[in-house]
């Protein structure tokens, strides 16, 4: 639960806030991080935020995703058989979840040219969407999109492709295991739009590591950068007041 996150300082009160306010808001959100950095683990969290009115369509490899809600359709991918048909791939699926009428797509982990189909999704009207990606920064997170949206049209012009991300995802959350074991969200950052050919991003909270403590535990903290997201006038249209002072936060951990 995003309690738990809180209480073990994976991340802070104010950050827990800022990104319940952007589920409860319909912006879409990617999850990234190396394997083992709490991925899913942060996706469960954050899907805990989703109304429960809404319909829900879940897309994954394997069955990881906990969702409490009560309209959830699940989506699993299949292997091909021995004589190698039948596979049934996230891509596939992905399309045929569109004719499902469904108010969010969560999609367990975008490796591969379905990346086009859900950033077409998002573009098209179902706001709020989640996915987890393999990506060690907010910057190499838009490189891996560029490199699997290319797989699945390698004709689209590259600026064509950065157009389409800057468009459709709204917010980065970065998470990483650190030395000590500890997981830990380093980076909630958002997309800003384009500058030129560059898809221009911004950080909003960040962790700092200052170092370790004699018994190897990371040393650091989480502070706000004190930059009030552009998306700041999508929540207030929802109905939703942030409290100011946590774009001022600072925590030691």
Same mark, same amino acid.
């Given at each position: 639960?995003?309690?738990?996150?809180?209480?073990?300082?994976?991340?802070?009160?104010?950050?827990?806030?800022?990104?319940?306010?952007?589920?409860?808001?319909?912006?879409?959100?990617?999850?990234?991080?190396?394997?083992?950095?709490?991925?899913? #683990?942060?996706?469960?969290?954050?899907?805990?935020?989703?109304?429960?009115?809404?319909?829900?369509?879940?897309?994954?490899?394997?069955?990881?995703?906990?969702?409490?809600?009560?309209?959830?359709?699940?989506?699993?991918?299949?292997?091909?058989?021995?004589?190698?048909?039948?596979?049934?791939?996230?891509?596939?699926?992905?399309?045929?979840?569109?004719?499902?009428?469904?108010?969010?797509?969560?999609?367990?982990?975008?490796?591969?040219?379905?990346?086009?189909?859900?950033?077409?999704?998002?573009?098209?009207?179902?706001?709020?969407?989640?996915? #987890?990606?393999?990506?060690?920064?907010?910057?190499?997170?838009?490189?891996?999109?560029?490199?699997?949206? /290319?797989?699945?049209?390698?004709?689209?012009?590259?600026? /064509? &492709?950065?157009?389409?991300?800057?468009?459709?995802?709204?917010?980065?959350?970065?998470?990483?295991?650190?030395?000590?074991?500890?997981?830990?969200? &380093?980076?909630?950052?958002?997309?800003?739009?384009?500058?030129?050919?560059?898809?221009?991003?911004?950080?909003?909270?960040?962790?700092?590591?200052?170092?370790? /403590?004699?018994?190897?535990?990371?040393?650091?903290?989480?502070?706000?950068?004190?930059?009030?997201?552009?998306?700041?006038?999508?929540?207030?249209?929802?109905?939703?007041?942030?409290?100011?002072?946590?774009?001022?936060?600072?925590?030691?951990?």
């Amino acid at each position: 639960m995003p309690q738990d996150l809180v209480e073990r300082k994976a991340m802070t009160k104010g950050m827990m806030e800022l990104l319940e306010a952007a589920v409860r808001s319909h912006l879409n959100i990617i999850i990234l991080g190396g394997t083992g950095a709490g991925k899913t #683990t942060l996706l469960n969290g954050l899907s805990s935020f989703i109304n429960p009115k809404e319909r829900i369509v879940t897309i994954e490899d394997a069955a990881e995703l906990q969702l409490k809600q009560p309209h959830v359709a699940r989506l699993e991918t299949r292997p091909a058989n021995l004589e190698g048909s039948g596979a049934i791939r996230q891509r596939e699926l992905l399309i045929n979840s569109l004719r499902m009428r469904p108010d969010r797509i969560v999609v367990g982990e975008v490796r591969g040219e379905e990346a086009l189909d859900m950033l077409q999704a998002m573009n098209t009207g179902h706001d709020g969407s989640l996915t #987890t990606i393999h990506a060690n920064t907010p910057r190499d997170g838009v490189s891996r999109l560029e490199v699997m949206v /290319s797989l699945a049209n390698s004709n689209m012009q590259l600026i /064509s &492709i950065r157009q389409q991300i800057a468009s459709a995802v709204h917010l980065f959350v970065q998470a990483a295991r650190l030395s000590d074991g500890s997981r830990r969200v &380093i980076n909630i950052t958002e997309i800003t739009g384009m500058e030129g050919e560059v898809v221009t991003l911004q950080d909003i909270f960040v962790f700092e590591k200052r170092g370790l /403590s004699p018994d190897g535990k990371v040393l650091g903290r989480f502070a706000a950068t004190g930059i009030r997201p552009k998306f700041y006038e999508k929540l207030l249209a929802a109905g939703i007041k942030l409290n100011p002072g946590i774009f001022d936060e600072v925590m030691e951990v």
